[in-house]
């Protein structure tokens, strides 16, 4: 303390070495506590730092086998190469997800695009125009907050017990200084941002793969991995025992659950449309976001 | 003043440490960010308003999207191996129409985005002439990352294809045209892409 104010006390110019010390010393810090989402995505770009190299070293291989002039093109409008585009069979396979159900997948694709444009988007939208955004906005955080059990258990069991921590810690502070959730303080008032988990990524962390494709009534894309995650968390939910502690699933639990849905849609609305909207195949082009966005989340 | 060396010494670890992220902050970020913050200009241009507005908004914001992205390369990497089934008149059309789909699908979202804040990160090697360009938006809800994947043509950077939370837009088309060219001609795609066009 008394080195610091000898410091402070040099003036003005010190300031700036006082805050350097100040910032190294929290990145050595925070550097070894897996403390924030960063800290994650990190990892994330190295692994994936990694596979690109991979792929380079894959490329570098291949184009020396090839004849030059097959290699390069000129031309814009020209043939291409595998490599060229960074397109391997390896690649591919890796991307897609078997879908031995189509014909009832298509069906029930079909069956929640109604619904959705028949039922969830206008009582979205009379939802909308009834509450206010920033009552919308409490109630999302009010949700959010209460399913902490569900990302405190699959952080544990995805082998990062310090987001387990920081996610209880957030929902302490949430539900004392936040008012019952309904403010996310953690963040707003302490910066402290946590980490989203459940069941079916900690299961294809585990090395499970999706399976294959399901689109489910109601609930959309999913697969048996997803949907086992998907009950799994359910359980985990202090929602699910409001009507009855010894029922999964009540009109209660249903009902905040559809509430929650709709409340989430409200923020939402015309994104569907315009996926819709640019696909040329919409049952694959909404396949693909499932398969693509899912892997992301369990290679993070 | 010994106290005050050690600092700067601290303080010049500091800079070593934390400045890399700054120093390779290279070209192809600096592009991508000033192309791409010259379309969120074009979107909150106050003058553009109204109807007559909203058409020259919309010319204005096709041409920065010219700058911005390479529809040939990420018109090769949609298709694929498939490219070579074409011909290239064929190729050429399907650049335009896809390029027409992609305008048609997302200029009225993106006309009604005003302030959203776009932070540029960092940027990721992928191959030697290939680099993925990090973004953040900060939206009500939320963050959501954005990641622009360039590629380098003579001395310019431009995107080939759009990465939001994890989601490739190249992959996502490749699939669905990966499906209707596995038991139909090029000819039935362009044509099935045209009706689409035509509908707008």
Known sequence: MMRLNSVVNNGKQCESVLTACVSLFLLFYLGSMPLFAESDIKDGTNESEAAHSLIQNQETTNASVLPAADYKMSDEYGDISEEEIGETKIDIEEKLIADPLEPFNRAMYHF??????????????????????????????????????????????????????????RFLINSTMGVAGLRDCAKDCFDITGRDADFGQTLGKYGIGFGFYVVAPFLGPTSPRDGIGWLVDWTLRPTTYVGDPDEWFTPQSVGLYVHEKINQTSFYIGDYEILQDAAIDPYIAMRDVYVQYRRKLIER | MKILYTGLILALLTVIIVIPDCVYAGVPLDTVKSNANDVIDILRDPKLKGDSGKKIKEQKIEAAADKLFDFVELSKRTLGINWNKFTPDQRKEFVGLFRNILRDAYIDKLTSYTDEKVSFVREVPLSENTVEVQSIAEIKRGNIPINYRVIKKGNEWKVYDVVVEGVSLVNNYRNQFREILGNNPPEKLLETLRNKVAKK
Do not use: C, H, M, T
Request: proline content about 7%; cysteine-free.
């Open chain 1, 112 to 169: 929640n695009d109604k619904l959705y444009y028949w039922v969830w988007k206008p009582a979205a939208q009379g939802y909308k125009f009834v509450v206010p955004e920033e009552v919308r906005g409490l109630f999302s955080n009010f949700y959010y907050n209460i399913k902490a059990p569900v990302r405190i258990v699959n952080n544990l069991l995805q082998g990062k017990p310090g987001y387990a921590a920081v996610e209880l810690l």
